[in-house]
Nanobody, 118 residues
Framework: QVQLVESGGGLVQAGGSLRLSCAASGRIVSVNDMGWYRQAPGKQRELVAAITGGGGTNYADSVKGRFVISRDNAKNTVYLQMNSLKPEDTALYYC????????????WGQGTQVTVSS
């Protein structure tokens, strides 16, 4: 079965940086669109950044100019470089991918915690 494995979360001071990684593994034919979502306490899950198979990107207004999403198609991996982190960035960050294996699947990672201290 297809899985997304996230890494890179942790505790960082305001103004610092983190890089999240998410690798898709399993019986994969192709990985199409990929994205990062986050969910803070008391908030609904929101899209942070997305990237198409061709490399086109889209960002939430709150992270534009600070975060960069990228991908390595050979590794079926998506990254989120987070710079100038703010306390309001604190959340569980989830990877999402549209994957084709034996069938089309929309797959979620387990989530990785990012905590930004003031």
């Amino acid at each position: 079965q297809v899985q997304l494995v996230e890494s890179g979360g942790g505790l960082v001071q305001a103004g610092g940086s983190l890089r999240l990684s998410c690798a898709a593994s399993g019986r994969i034919v192709s990985v199409n669109d990929m994205g990062w979502y986050r969910q803070a306490p008391g908030k609904q899950r929101e899209l942070v950044a997305a990237i198409t198979g061709g490399g086109g990107t889209n960002y939430a207004d709150s992270v534009k100019g600070r975060f960069v999403i990228s991908r390595d198609n050979a590794k079926n991996t998506v990254y989120l470089q987070m710079n100038s982190l703010k306390p309001e960035d604190t959340a569980l960050y989830y990877c999402n991918a549209e994957v084709v294996g034996s069938r089309y699947m929309n797959v979620w990672g387990q989530g990785t915690q990012v905590t930004v201290s003031s």
